[in-house]
């Protein structure tokens, strides 16, 4: 059965750091890129970042650029993300979501969700 | 960035009816385009993808069309499970972008 499974988030200060883990199963994790998906309370869909399957590509929305940082370990079947100096507008449940990319550019959407993790910048 | 441009923002329908949503891309991204459904509390569904190919398992009544830089779904006749929040995804270019969401509640 094919899973993802998000964790590490969590209630943190402005400014504060924090990392979210992504564990798969059911499916040969090396051979998909992966992205990160956030959707703000009652809001729509934020795309975040992609990373490909070998994690030598990485793209970012503007929102997160220079502040978030996404990077994988095939061998734990895993993929993260870094969270730095975060603010309000970072207050989400972040969801990973497997992608299926023909190249990195062109995709046939994303087909495996996770239940999502939230997370919330808060003092 | 490619701005997507979803309508309605939401729809009151009942059971059985013919349901239309449309996507319109702020630039060319042929047939690159998928369809999400999202139940309340959950994760987002893949519906169709590259436009019109219905994804595996996906329920038939539900279709997309492409016509130049407007896309539309169809649900043909809703179901109980399909009073949901819908959203479409450019997969063109990135960053990829979404369409801010239709709402399909109960009339």
């Known amino acids: 059965q094919v899973h993802l499974v998000e964790s590490g988030g969590g209630v943190v200060h402005p400014g504060r750091s924090l990392r979210l883990s992504c564990a798969a199963s059911?499916?040969?994790?090396?051979?998909?890129?992966m992205n990160w998906v956030r959707q703000s309370p009652g809001k729509g869909l934020e795309w975040v970042a992609v990373?490909?399957?070998?994690?030598?590509?990485?793209k970012y929305a503007e929102s997160v650029e220079g502040r978030f940082s996404v990077s994988r370990d095939n061998s734990k079947n895993t993929v993260y993300l870094e969270m730095n100096s975060l603010s309000a507008e970072d207050t989400a449940l972040y969801f990973c979501?497997?992608?299926?990319?023909?190249?990195?550019?062109?995709?046939?959407?994303?087909?495996?969700w996770g239940q999502g993790t939230t997370v919330i910048v808060s003092t | 960035d490619i701005q997507m441009t979803q309508s309605p923002s939401s729809v009151s329908a009942s059971v059985g009816d013919r349901v239309v949503i449309t996507c319109r891309a702020s630039q060319d991204i042929s047939s690159w385009l998928a369809w999400y459904r999202q139940k309340p509390g959950k994760a987002p569904e893949l519906l169709i993808y590259a436009g019109t190919s219905l994804y595996t398992g996906v329920p038939s009544r539900f279709s997309g069309r492409v016509s130049g830089t407007e896309f539309t779904l169809t649900i043909s006749s809703l179901q109980p499970e399909d009073f949901a929040t819908y959203f479409c995804q450019q997969a063109s270019t990135f960053p990829w972008t979404f369409g801010q969401g239709t709402k399909v509640d109960v009339k």
């Open positions: 979501a497997k992608d299926r990319l023909i190249w990195f550019g062109e995709s046939y959407g994303m087909d495996v």
């Open positions: 059911g499916f040969v994790f090396g051979e998909y890129g």
């Open positions: 990373i490909s399957h070998d994690g030598s590509k990485r």
